[in-house]
C-alpha cells in the first residue's frame, strides 16, 4: 500500500516510511492510497467473530500487503490483549469502554500498536535507534510511554508542562525509567508542542537522531482505532442493537473519530456520527458555516479535548475530497461548557448509576440532544473516570470513588524527570548530550 501526503506535495511512499517519518515532508499528514470496502457477507459474520479476530481482520485490509501475516497478527493480539465492552448505559444509548487498557484510555490502542509495529520495522532493517518524541498534556504522555515500553530500537522523550498535568497523569509517564525520559518543561503544553516541532525542524538534530512522532498523524497509531468501531458494532449486532447506529466521538484532534470515518468507508453500517467538542469547538464551527478558522485552545474539564487547530481535520477534508455538503451528510457536532459537563456526570450517575468521565460526558450529553426516535447511539468512552478523580467526586457529590489498581500502582512509583526550561537551546543540548 501507497500513502500521500494530503498537501500531495510529497512522494508516494511505503507504510514503513510513513511510520517512520509520521509527518510528511511537505508537513501534509500520510493517506492510505486505498480504502478496501469489506463485502456484505464479513458483516454478516462479524457477530460470530471475536475481538481479535475482528481487529486482525480490519488491520490486513490496511497493512496486510506490507507486512507478514503471522507478524502482523502477532502485533494485533499483543496490542489487543484487553477487552472493549459495549455498555448499555439506557435503553438506546450504549457506551464502547476503551479504557480497560494499562492506562486507562483508548490511547493505549494507537500506542502499543505503534510501538510494535516501529520496532519490527527498526528490527528487520537494522535502522539505528529511533527518537520518539511527543508532547503531552496528560493522556497521549502515558500511552505512549507505556506503549514504548522496553520496545528495543526505540528511545521515547515526553515534553510535558510543569505543574499542569493531574499527579495522576504525572505519575503514569514519570515512573517508568529504561526507555522512557521525562522532560519537564518550564511553561505551557503549547510550548512543549512548539519544542517537538522545532526539534522535527533542526537539521543538526534531524541529522544526528532519527526523529519521529507518537501522535495521531502517525498512520500506526491512528489506523489501528477502526478496530473497536467494527468489534463495537458486533457487539451490538449480538444484541440486534446494531441498526440506525449513531456513532459520537469525543473529539480533540480528530484522530478517533477518524478512524471511526474510515470504518464506515469500509462499509461498517453506522448510519452517522457525531463529534462532541468542549468549549473547544472550531470543528462545530467549520460544519455551522463551512469556514475552517482555528484559534487557541481554552482549557477545560474534558482537558483532553483542548485543542484549538485539530491536526486530523486535515484527513477528513482528504476522506470527504473537501466536499462540505458530503461531510455534513455524515458528521454533526455538539459542544458543551464545563457546567454542562459537570450536571452530565451528575445526572446519568444519579438516573442510570454510570459514572461518566468528563470526555465521555460529551459523548453521552450529545446522543441525549441528537439522537432522533428510532436510532441506536453509541458513544466513546474515551477514558476511565477516575483518571479525572477530582473532577468526578465533586460533579457526583461523592468522595473517594474506587481507583483502579493498575492506576493505583502507577502512584507508588518514583518520580524520575529532568527539567527544562522552555528555550528549544536548552531542549537540543539535553537530546544531545
Ligand atoms: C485524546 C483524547 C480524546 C480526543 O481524541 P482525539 O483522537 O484527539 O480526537 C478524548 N478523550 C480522551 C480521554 C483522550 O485522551
Given at each position: 500500500?501507497?500513502?500521500y ?70 502485533i ?35 500506542a ?73 518543561i518550564?511553561?505551557t ?10 526539534a ?65 468507508k ?10 462532541a467538542?468542549?468549549?473547544n ?35 477528513i ?26 450536571a ?20 453521552y ?25 477530582e ?40 537530546l544531545?548530550?
Amino acid at each position: 500500500m501507497k500513502y500521500y501526503s494530503t498537501n500531495k506535495k510529497a512522494p508516494l511512499t511505503g507504510l514503513q516510511e510513513a511510520v517512520v517519518r509520521g509527518l510528511a515532508p511537505d508537513k501534509g499528514l500520510y493517506m492510505p492510497e486505498r480504502i478496501k470496502c469489506f463485502p456484505d457477507d464479513f458483516f454478516r459474520r462479524l457477530p460470530n467473530m471475536t475481538f481479535l479476530e475482528i481487529s486482525y481482520a480490519v488491520a490486513d485490509a490496511f497493512f496486510g500487503e506490507d507486512i507478514e501475516p503471522e507478524i502482523l497478527k502477532s502485533i494485533v493480539y499483543e496490542t489487543l490483549d484487553f477487552d472493549m465492552p459495549v455498555v448499555s448505559v439506557n435503553r438506546s444509548i450504549f457506551s464502547l469502554e476503551l479504557f480497560h487498557g494499562p492506562t486507562l484510555a483508548f490511547k493505549d490502542v494507537g500506542a502499543r500498536f505503534m510501538a510494535r509495529m516501529l520496532g519490527y520495522f527498526i528490527q528487520k532493517e537494522g535502522l539505528k535507534q529511533v527518537n520518539v518524541l511527543v508532547a503531552t498534556s496528560g493522556d497521549t504522555g502515558s500511552a505512549v510511554a507505556n506503549g514504548f515500553l522496553g520496545v528495543e530500537g526505540i528511545h521515547v522523550y515526553v515534553l510535558y508542562p510543569k505543574g499542569k498535568v493531574s499527579p495522576i497523569q504525572e505519575c503514569q509517564f514519570t515512573t517508568l525509567g529504561r526507555n522512557i525520559t521525562a522532560i519537564e518543561i518550564d511553561g505551557t503544553f503549547d510550548d512543549c508542542q512548539a519544542l517537538v516541532k522545532a526539534a522535527f525542524m533542526d537539521e543538526e538534530l534531524t541529522q544526528q537522531f532519527q526523529l519521529t512522532s507518537a501522535n495521531s498523524i502517525n498512520v500506526a497509531r491512528f489506523l489501528p482505532q477502526a478496530f473497536y468501531y467494527f468489534y463495537a458494532y458486533s457487539q451490538l449486532a449480538v444484541s440486534g442493537k446494531a441498526d440506525h447506529l449513531v456513532v459520537c466521538v469525543p473529539s480533540g484532534n480528530f484522530g478517533n473519530i477518524t478512524a471511526g470515518l474510515f470504518a464506515k468507508k469500509m462499509g461498517l453500517p453506522v448510519k452517522r456520527f457525531i463529534a462532541a467538542n468542549n468549549k473547544n469547538d472550531v470543528f462545530l464551527e467549520y460544519l455551522r458555516t463551512g469556514k475552517y478558522l482555528p484559534r487557541p485552545s481554552v482549557q477545560t474539564v474534558a482537558n483532553a479535548m483542548d485543542v484549538g487547530d485539530p491536526s486530523n481535520f486535515a484527513r477528513i477534508l482528504d476522506l470527504y475530497q473537501n466536499d462540505y455538503n458530503a461531510i455534513c451528510a455524515d458528521i454533526s457536532g455538539f459542544r458543551y461548557l464545563d457546567e454542562d459537563i459537570l450536571a452530565a456526570i451528575g445526572s446519568c450517575y444519579e438516573s442510570t448509576g454510570y459514572l461518566l468521565d468528563p470526555h465521555g460526558a460529551c459523548g453521552y450529553l450529545a446522543l441525549k440532544e441528537g439522537l432522533g426516535e428510532n436510532e441506536t447511539g453509541l458513544f466513546l468512552e474515551t477514558a476511565h473516570p477516575a483518571k479525572f478523580k477530582e473532577t468526578v467526586e465533586k460533579a457526583i457529590n461523592v468522595r473517594n470513588i474506587a481507583v483502579p489498581d493498575k492506576l493505583k500502582a502507577f502512584m507508588q512509583g518514583r518520580k524520575q524527570s529532568v527539567e527544562c526550561s522552555k528555550s528549544f537551546g536548552a531542549l537540543k543540548s539535553l537530546l544531545l548530550r
